[in-house]
Every structure is written in structure tokens, then in C-alpha cells.
């Protein structure tokens, strides 16, 4: 029996105009990450969507759909209005699958994208696109699969979406591998998110997070008050790092007037001629 993790939005944060709301403008669904790890994939959002300059409201943005025990997990980022309606028929074309498996997957997703930029994306002068994140756990493997316009793309590694993409990577690189446990991972995941909400603008809300794997359980999932506490409270912040990182800088030995004298070419410090 298929069960299907909806997009239910919870009621929205209003915040008082400082200036006229423009009516039917929404922003990204801005932020989805997505790494494997040692016998698993997590995937995580923030939930922030903007409405406008000041009307914000937390939604959803990870869809589950589960057959038996095989599992998939569905993320967009990219124009809200395109992302849902993404969202919605991809899930539907799965839903009439009676199986999943990997080629069944793919398709629905070239169908999907084809029909996006067919009917929305392609018919506008400066489209913001869509694009999604799907963790899968089918027939005893697991997948990470990306799209850039109307490719898809498997990932051996780690890939993202949205606002805030280029500090999530700048994280990914530097602190993914593939031999984590699925807690390791998870507490990976939700220092990404929350250092790209604390430093990207339109990136908030509360984190989501599932674990998708080949065994059981096939699926994990992390949201709510108890996740927002404890990032909140117990995550360890790199800010924290990079402040005693700078006061290493300002001990280490640099001296450029002594370059001076060096036989280097004349080339390594010169300084302006006093009268």
C-alpha cells in the first residue's frame, strides 16, 4: 500500500509590512542537501518559504513515498509554485506504479522535468527552473539522484539545491564521507542547514531530515521541536571554530619587511618613500 508523506503547510508567519507586499511573488523553496552515507542516504531542508517582502510560512518540502521496502524521498527547490506542482506529479506518476524500480524512477523524473519546461519554465524570460533532490532505497540499493534543468543525474557523493548552495557545498567538501553511521550523518546534515540559516537570507525554519537505506529501518525521520532543540542548543557552530581559527592567523609568524633583504628578484615587499 503506497502512503504518501503530503505537503501540508502549517498556518503562515505574517510579519508587519514595512513596505507594500507585492501580490503572487513567492520565492525559492530555498535549501535541500543530500549526501550518502556508509550504508544509507540523508537528505534535509530548512522549511521557510517568503511570500512577498514580508509574509513568510513554514511548509514541507520533503515528500515520502513508500511500497513494501522500497522507499523514496522527494525535495525541490526552485520556483514554489513550479517545485509544488513538480512535486505533485511526480508523485503522482509513482503512485501508479504498482513496483518501483530505478528505470521507473528516472523516467517519471524525465517526464516530470520535460513537462515543467514545456508548459512553465521555458515560457518565461527569466525563470528561476526548479530543481530536485531524490534519496531512493529500491530492490536492495540505495540512490541520490540531482537535476539541472531537464537532466537528471545519480550522485555518488553529495548534492544540494537552492539558496545558500554554494556554503552548503563550501561544508560538503570539507566535512562529508562516505563512512558515516546515519546519527553521524544526520548531525552533519543539520550543521549544514543551520549554518546556512544563519547566514543566507531566506533560509529559516525549522530543519527536516530523513535516512533512507537499503535494510531496516528503510527510512528515518527527524523534524519537530526535539530536532530544533537540539540544534538550537547541543550543535556545536563552526562560527565558533573560525573565531579561534582567526586568533591562530594573528600568532602565526609573518614578517614581509624582512623579505626585503631576501634575494628574491627584489620582488616580495616594497613600501611607499617617505620625504
Known amino acids: 500500500m503506497l502512503r504518501f508523506g503530503g505537503m501540508l503547510d502549517a498556518p503562515p508567519i505574517i510579519s508587519k509590512p514595512k513596505c507594500p507586499v507585492l501580490v503572487g511573488s513567492r520565492q525559492r523553496m530555498t535549501l535541500i542537501v543530500g549526501f550518502h552515507y556508509e550504508n544509507g542516504v540523508v537528505i534535509g531542508s530548512e522549511s521557510e518559504e517568503s511570500a512577498g517582502y514580508t509574509s513568510k510560512r513554514q511548509v514541507t518540502k520533503l515528500v515520502r513515498l513508500v511500497w513494501g521496502d522500497s522507499v523514496i524521498v522527494i525535495g525541490a527547490a526552485g520556483d514554489s509554485f513550479v517545485a509544488e506542482n513538480g512535486i505533485r506529479r511526480l508523485t503522482k506518476k509513482l503512485e501508479s506504479c504498482r513496483t518501483i524500480t530505478e528505470d521507473k524512477l528516472t523516467k517519471a523524473i524525465d517526464d516530470v522535468l520535460a513537462t515543467l519546461h514545456d508548459k512553465y519554465i521555458d515560457k518565461e524570460k527569466s525563470p528561476e527552473g526548479v ?145
Open 131 to 275: 530543481a530536485f533532490i531524490v534519496a531512493a532505497a529500491l530492490q536492495g540499493h540505495t540512490y541520490l539522484i540531482s537535476t539541472h534543468k531537464r537532466t537528471w543525474k545519480f550522485e555518488d557523493s553529495y548534492c544540494y539545491a537552492g539558496y545558500g548552495g554554494d556554503l552548503a557545498i563550501y561544508f560538503l567538501e570539507r566535512i562529508h564521507t562516505g563512512d558515516l553511521n546515519w546519527e553521524d550523518a544526520s548531525k552533519m546534515a543539520l550543521a549544514i542547514l543551520a549554518e546556512v540559516k544563519q547566514s543566507t537570507q531566506g533560509c529559516s525554519g525549522e530543519s527536516q531530515l530523513y535516512t533512507v537505506q537499503a535494510s531496516c529501518p528503510r527510512w528515518r525521520l527527524m523534524e519537530g521541536q526535539l530536532l530544533e532543540m537540539t540544534e538550537f542548543n547541543d550543535l556545536p557552530r563552526f562560527t565558533s571554530a573560525i573565531v579561534e581559527h582567526v586568533k591562530k592567523i594573528k600568532k602565526m609568524r609573518f614578517d614581509p619587511k624582512a623579505w626585503a633583504d631576501c634575494d628574491f628578484g627584489g620582488y616580495g615587499y616594497s613600501e611607499e618613500e617617505q620625504d
